[in-house]
């Protein structure tokens, strides 16, 4: 008889990494389990979206620095491109460009890929936590009453080998936008979260290109956002070995070209510049690759009165974002740095306390995403009043950014998740913007 305590986690991309490193704060062994074979910082199938430019936000830096301690050194020792947030990237927003200055807000530029594998070798290093991969979960097991779970059964995904179990004290669903959770907590008895569904139907294209010192002027990055009446943006951003990402992305059933002739064209309807200069000279070095989204998910586990004993579910199995305003990485951080406090604290109604605080950590990136996207007539559903005041006073926000870089700063901040909406109200702000505007 063992008192060893044992916590599995289901998927080994960013969110499983992250709770992986947080649960082996407090249980002897972790065991993350994953379907894909995991080697080096390669594009794999389970992460499709993993080809497409992924922007990691400050505050998303932040969490992964306190998971992480000195993960700032490993990005700079990968290649990553450690970037003034405000200066080094030119942001338009609404078709206005936030005041490029030094703004002191540290971001770092890297693919996904190379992103993913730094984490994962961070995570690997941690002598509690075994990645058992190339081994899919099928579902879970539980005690003769079906309201505690004690593990999970897998199969090799090689040779569909006979399933096997794992046993755990605590399971962690970190699966992804497709996760079965619903499915089986309704199978044990349970009721299924409500879903909140906001269409958005993107359409990403990807390509890389060389990098050269005098792209961009030597900055890293240009990204034109989407707006009503303006369903096309992209990012190109410089990363590790010399390479810049574009992504082109477009809104509501639009699509950018896949074809590479048709490129330069479609970029002169950008707001910027930038795009049509650089594909002048730059010289392209993948093909491009596509991905549909077709719109955010919020699984609302937070309000479900009775939930398994032993069980969790984190990242976008819980909600998966509008990819456009790059959230998803940064919120699944900061829930594995609430669920490694929440059990240093006490192990007693974790999932009830844990889905309490992971709901707090997605409202604000949800309310910034969604009201967003209802602005767009396509969206099908009007905005609150109470989000189209904000909105219109967003407006006003990006036209002052873009001649005061003190309000850019605050905007970007925001936007990167490091202070909460709420900083754009405080009078003396108000105040900038307004001062700011045109005419006043
Ligand atoms: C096009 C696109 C662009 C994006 N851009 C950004 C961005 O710029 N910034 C940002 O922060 N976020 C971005 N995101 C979101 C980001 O990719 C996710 O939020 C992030 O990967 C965390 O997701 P996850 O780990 O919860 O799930 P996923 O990344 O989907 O991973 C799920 C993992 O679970 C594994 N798995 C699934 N089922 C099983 C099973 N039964 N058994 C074993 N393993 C299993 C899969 O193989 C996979 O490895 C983007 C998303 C999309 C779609």
Same mark, same amino acid.
């Given at each position: 008889?063992?008192?060893?305590?044992?916590?599995?986690?289901?998927?080994?991309?960013?969110?499983?990494?992250?709770?992986?490193?947080?649960?082996?704060?407090?249980?002897?062994?972790?065991?993350?389990?994953?379907?894909?074979?995991?080697?080096?910082?390669?594009?794999?199938?389970?992460?499709?979206?993993?080809?497409?430019?992924?922007?990691?936000?400050?505050?998303?830096?932040?969490?992964?620095?306190?998971?992480?301690?000195?993960?700032?050194?490993?990005?700079?020792?990968?290649?990553?491109?450690?970037?003034?947030?405000?200066?080094?990237?030119?942001?338009?927003?609404?078709?206005?460009?936030?005041?490029?200055?030094?703004?002191?807000?540290?971001?770092?530029?890297?693919?996904?890929?190379?992103?993913?594998?730094?984490?994962?070798?961070?995570?690997?290093?941690?002598?509690?936590?075994?990645?058992?991969?190339?081994?899919?979960?099928?579902?879970?097991?539980?005690?003769?009453?079906?309201?505690?779970?004690?593990?999970?059964?897998?199969?090799?995904?090689?040779? +569909?080998?006979?399933?096997?179990?794992?046993? !755990? &004290? /605590?399971?962690?669903?970190?699966? #992804?936008? $497709? %996760? *079965?959770?619903?499915?089986?907590?309704?199978?044990?008895?349970?009721?299924?979260?409500?879903?909140?569904?906001?269409?958005?139907?993107?359409?990403?294209?990807?390509?890389?290109?060389?990098?050269?010192?005098?792209?961009?002027?030597?900055?890293?990055?240009?990204?034109?956002?989407?707006?009503?009446?303006?369903?096309?943006?992209?990012?190109?951003?410089?990363?590790?070995?010399?390479?810049?990402?574009?992504?082109?992305?477009?809104?509501? +059933?639009?699509?950018?070209?896949?074809?590479? !002739? &048709? /490129?330069?064209?479609?970029?002169? #309807?950008? $707001? %910027? *510049?930038?795009?049509?200069?650089?594909?002048?000279?730059?010289?392209?070095?993948?093909?491009?690759?596509?991905?549909?989204?077709?719109?955010?998910?919020?699984?609302?586990?937070?309000?479900?009165?009775?939930?398994?004993?032993?069980?969790?579910?984190?990242?976008?199995?819980?909600?998966?974002?509008?990819?456009?305003?790059?959230?998803?990485?940064?919120?699944?951080?900061?829930?594995?740095?609430?669920?490694?406090?929440?059990?240093?604290?006490?192990?007693?109604?974790?999932?009830?306390?844990?889905?309490?605080?992971?709901?707090?950590?997605?409202?604000?990136?949800?309310?910034?995403?969604?009201?967003?996207?209802?602005?767009?007539?396509?969206?099908?559903?009007?905005?609150?009043?109470?989000?189209?005041?904000?909105?219109?006073?967003?407006?006003?926000?990006?036209?002052?950014?873009?001649?005061?870089?003190?309000?850019?700063?605050?905007?970007?901040?925001?936007?990167?998740?490091?202070?909460?909406?709420?900083?754009?109200?405080?009078?003396?702000?108000?105040?900038?913007?307004?001062?700011?505007?045109?005419?006043?």
């Amino acid at each position: 008889m063992t008192n060893r305590t044992r916590a599995v986690v289901v998927g080994a991309s960013m969110a499983g990494l992250f709770a992986a490193a947080a649960l082996a704060d407090s249980f002897d062994e972790v065991t993350v389990i994953e379907r894909d074979v995991l080697v080096g910082p390669v594009d794999r199938r389970g992460v499709p979206q993993g080809k497409h430019l992924h922007g990691l936000q400050a505050g998303g830096l932040r969490s992964l620095s306190d998971l992480f301690p000195g993960f700032e050194d490993d990005l700079a020792n990968a290649g990553a491109v450690r970037t003034d947030v405000q200066s080094d990237i030119h942001w338009y927003l609404d078709g206005c460009l936030v005041k490029p200055e030094p703004s002191g807000l540290i971001g770092y530029a890297s693919s996904r890929r190379l992103l993913e594998h730094i984490v994962r070798t961070r995570v690997r290093a941690l002598p509690r936590v075994h990645i058992r991969d190339g081994w899919d979960v099928l579902d879970l097991t539980t005690t003769a009453d079906r309201r505690t779970v004690t593990g999970v059964r897998l199969s090799r995904r090689a040779d +569909g080998a006979a399933a096997t179990e794992v046993r !755990a &004290d /605590l399971v962690v669903d970190a699966s #992804g936008r $497709a %996760s *079965r959770s619903p499915q089986w907590v309704t199978e044990l008895g349970f009721a299924a979260p409500e879903v909140t569904r906001v269409q958005v139907d993107i359409t990403y294209v990807t390509r890389q290109y060389r990098r050269e010192q005098h792209h961009l002027d030597g900055r890293v990055g240009t990204s034109v956002g989407v707006f009503p009446g303006s369903l096309h943006g992209g990012t190109l951003l410089a990363m590790e070995d010399n390479t810049f990402m574009f992504t082109a992305g477009a809104v509501y +059933g639009q699509e950018p070209p896949m074809n590479d !002739a &048709d /490129l330069p064209a479609y970029v002169e #309807g950008f $707001a %910027s *510049r930038d795009f049509a200069d650089f594909l002048k000279t730059a010289e392209q070095i993948t093909e491009p690759v596509r991905t549909r989204f077709p719109a955010s998910i919020r699984a609302h586990y937070e309000h479900l009165a009775d939930f398994p004993e032993g069980y969790l579910v984190v990242g976008d199995a819980v909600c998966s974002f509008n990819p456009v305003y790059g959230q998803g990485m940064s919120v699944a951080a900061a829930e594995a740095v609430l669920l490694r406090d929440l059990l240093r604290a006490d192990r007693a109604r974790l999932a009830e306390r844990f889905f309490a605080g992971a709901t707090e950590i997605i409202d604000i990136p949800w309310a910034i995403t969604v009201n967003a996207d209802l602005r767009f007539p396509e969206a099908g559903a009007p905005p609150t009043e109470e989000a189209k005041q904000f909105n219109a006073y967003l407006r006003h926000v990006y036209q002052a950014a873009s001649t005061d870089a003190d309000v850019g700063a605050a905007l970007l901040r925001v936007i990167q998740l490091v202070d909460a909406p709420d900083r754009l109200l405080e009078p003396t702000l108000v105040e900038r913007v307004m001062r700011a505007l045109p005419g006043t």
